[in-house]
């Protein structure tokens, strides 16, 4: 089965600076990537998602990039704000009927102002 | 558009005694249907799935159950609840396959005493 794996599991950056989160994965089926952010205490909302045709894609502050041959994609966040403090996760996932998106651990991501 | 529905938001329940949550979804026919379990402080923890109704595939082996009476209704059900049973659950649902966004509700929060 996929294996997901996410670095770091926590960044602290200070407000402006630019954070940039990875996630790994080893089934090469794979041809969906997005990426979900959690506020505390509220459920998972999909941010940013890319596909296996594109490289990458972006949107205002955030974007994915995709490395389809080393079976990583990364979300990058640029001048980061307090707002952006939450927990990230990656979730892979492929075009085979009756599958799921794999969630990674999460990476713990605070913007301290 | 699609909306999604959990309840109850929150419930305190004594060990042994039984459980039920419910989820619908509106808007939309057919969805794949989720149920996650979020451990404080940690990633999300895939335990049912459902791409029909009366179809549905379990991940982790527990006291738990699920079931889909309807198309748009999945419930999470236990006879006997255990302490670490405790936890967050998310319901979720998508569109076909694993290249599909999942889109959750805003869940359970279930204590166990």
């Known amino acids: 089965g996929e294996n997901v794996e996410q670095h770091p599991s926590t960044l602290s950056v200070q407000e402006g600076d630019s954070a940039v989160i990875k996630c790994t994965y080893s089934?090469?089926?794979?041809?969906?990537f997005p990426w979900y952010k959690q506020e505390l205490g509220k459920r998972p909302q999909l941010i940013i998602d890319i596909r296996s045709n594109v490289g990458e894609k972006k949107d205002q502050r955030i974007a994915v990039t995709l490395n389809k041959t080393a079976k990583h994609f990364s979300l990058h966040i640029t001048e980061t704000q307090p707002e952006d403090s939450a927990v990230y996760f990656c979730?892979?996932?492929?075009?085979?009927?009756?599958?799921?998106?794999?969630f990674g651990k999460g990476t713990t991501l605070s913007v301290s102002s | 558009s699609q909306t999604i529905h959990q309840w109850p938001a929150t419930l305190v329940q004594p060990v042994g005694s039984p459980l039920s949550l419910e989820c619908t979804v509106e808007?939309?026919?057919?969805?794949?249907l989720y149920w996650y379990r979020q451990a404080a402080g940690r990633g999300l923890q895939l335990l049912f799935y459902s791409v029909g109704i009366g179809q549905i595939s379990s991940e982790v082996p527990q006291n738990l159950s699920a079931s889909r009476p309807q198309d748009r209704q999945f419930i999470l059900s236990s006879k006997k609840l255990l302490l670490s049973d405790s936890g967050f659950y998310l319901c979720?649902?998508?569109?076909?396959?694993?290249?599909?966004?999942?889109?959750f509700g805003d869940g359970t929060r279930l204590s166990i005493l």
């Open positions: 979730a892979p996932g492929a075009n085979q009927a009756g599958t799921a998106l794999i």
């Open positions: 089934d090469s089926a794979s041809n969906y």
């Open positions: 979720a649902w998508s569109l076909g396959t694993g290249t599909q966004p999942q889109h």
């Open positions: 808007g939309t026919s057919n969805p794949n």
